[in-house]
């Protein structure tokens, strides 16, 4: 087959590239005019050039909310990446239980994120929720349970909020590169006596690393763009102690309704979004090559 012949299955899926382009240039181009514009009201604006840029760069709010940001999404990948992999490795390999454990996981995935938030509100509240009224029965803390009341409680609800949300995304993706190792690595292993450790680590993790890469990216794209369940959880709340970067963005864009820093910082999320995937990905490529080598 020439290469012509091998080109043409792109002429399939072309209008969806179409769309989908068409569909993200529009909104990103408003964006790109309203960070450089003072903008007044309709038909009234003033071109101001990169000084919205300056403007938000220089915001202690964005720098806080910046290192929020950071340290839950550190925590999202350092907690449910393991527990992630210790799930997948514990689940059967074969029979009913394999279904099971698929249903199961994936029920938290198909909840709305916004649902999620109310969820967690009802299961965390002092009164009558199942976790907050548990734990405040066990008087083990000099101040009762309530992440409306305490930056700390709220931040150890977003955690547990999030790693129940999504962990099952990373088991299931390890789960399917385990499940995708033929069976004649583990009878290699049997006969030279590998210990369960060893089987994990020369011949388990290699063979997910894949996998790993995609799980990595996913949730720190996902976690750094986190919108929906902290903010029906908690507001930002208390103070600004779960204000994230999206939540900031909407605070300015929305509720001051400041069009100009709102779109400059919209770019900058962007951008900062795009270049740790970037770096995550590159590394985690290199840890590959590093392994096959």
Same mark, same amino acid.
């Given at each position: ?74 925590? /999202? !990948? +350092?907690?449910? *990446? ?5 799930? &997948? ?5 074969? =029979?009913? #239980? ?117 799980? /990595? !990216? +996913?949730?720190? *794209? ?5 919108? &929906? ?5 908690? =507001?930002? #709340? ?56």
């Amino acid at each position: 087959m020439d290469k012509w012949g091998n080109n043409k299955a792109w002429f399939l899926v072309l209008p969806v590239i179409v769309i989908v382009a068409f569909s993200a240039i529009i909104p990103l181009m408003t964006v790109i005019n309203y960070s450089v514009q003072d903008i007044w009201g309709p038909g009234q604006s003033i071109f101001v050039g990169t000084e919205w840029f300056k403007e938000v760069l220089n915001s202690y709010r964005l720098h806080d909310a910046l290192w929020r940001q950071f340290l839950f999404s550190g925590l /999202v !990948l +350092l907690i449910e *990446m393991p527990l992630g992999i210790l799930i &997948a490795l514990a689940m059967p390999k074969r =029979g009913w #239980g394999v279904s099971a454990c698929l249903v199961t996981l994936a029920l938290p995935l198909l909840i709305p994120w916004n649902t999620i938030g109310t969820i967690w509100i009802i299961f965390t509240r002092p009164d009558i929720g199942l976790l907050g009224v548990g734990i405040n029965s066990l008087d083990l803390l000099e101040v009762p349970f309530d992440h409306t009341a305490k930056p700390l409680y709220a931040w150890i609800t977003v955690m547990l909020m999030e790693v129940w949300h999504w962990t099952p995304l990373v088991a299931l993706l390890a789960y399917a590169g385990l499940r995708a190792i033929p069976d004649a690595y583990y009878q290699a292993a049997k006969i030279d006596g590998a210990s369960a450790w060893s089987t994990f680590s020369y011949i388990q993790l290699p063979k997910m690393r894949g996998v790993l890469t995609i799980a /990595v !990216l +996913l949730r720190f *794209m996902d976690s750094f763009l986190i919108y &929906a369940e902290p903010f029906v959880l908690t =507001g930002g #709340g208390p103070g600004n102690s779960t204000t994230f970067l999206s939540i900031y963005l909407v605070k300015i864009a929305l509720l001051q309704f400041d069009l100009g820093p709102g779109g400059a910082f919209s770019l900058i999320y962007f951008v900062i979004v795009l270049f740790f995937s970037y770096i995550f990905y590159q590394a985690l490529q290199r840890v590959g090559k590093g392994a096959k080598g």
